[in-house]
């Protein structure tokens, strides 16, 4: 059993930073993906960055630029660095994993059902 751990959300004002981090704890495969992924108030979930076993990574449109994930592979820890925050980047972030496409360490996607292990959200709030 795998469970994901995350911390670092909060509250912070328009152009802002914050770093979201999400532990793996369990039996995980060294070959797998992690992402982030985030749901605001009256929209559908969005994938927001995605990083592979092998380092590739994959960004929304509306985060490029601004976000970074990176991942330390020895910790089993992703990182979300967030810069130039935005009223609109409000929401809950989730954290989750799942098994490389394939066994392909360099494949990565925001496709949230290629994920089959979550982790239980912390809060981003952005005010102007």
């Known amino acids: 059993q795998v469970q994901l751990v995350e911390s670092g959300g909060g509250s912070v004002q328009t152009g802002g930073s914050l770093r979201l981090s999400c532990a793996a704890f369990?039996?995980?495969?060294?070959?797998?993906?992690m992402g982030w992924f985030r749901h605001a108030p009256g929209k559908g979930r969005e994938g927001v960055a995605a990083?592979?076993?092998?380092?590739?990574?994959t960004y929304a449109d509306s985060v490029k630029g601004r976000f970074t994930i990176s991942q330390d592979n020895a910790k089993n820890t992703v990182y979300l660095q967030m810069n130039s925050l935005k009223p609109e980047d409000t929401a809950v972030y989730y954290c989750?994993?799942?098994?490389?496409?394939?066994?392909?360490?360099?494949?990565?996607?925001?496709?949230?059902?290629?994920?089959?292990?979550w982790g239980q959200g912390t809060q981003v709030t952005v005010s102007s």
């Open positions: 369990g039996d995980i495969h060294s070959m797998r993906c």
């Open positions: 989750a994993l799942g098994p490389a496409v394939g066994g392909r360490p360099y494949y990565v996607s925001l496709d949230p059902r290629l994920y089959n292990t």
């Open positions: 990083i592979s076993s092998g380092g590739s990574t």
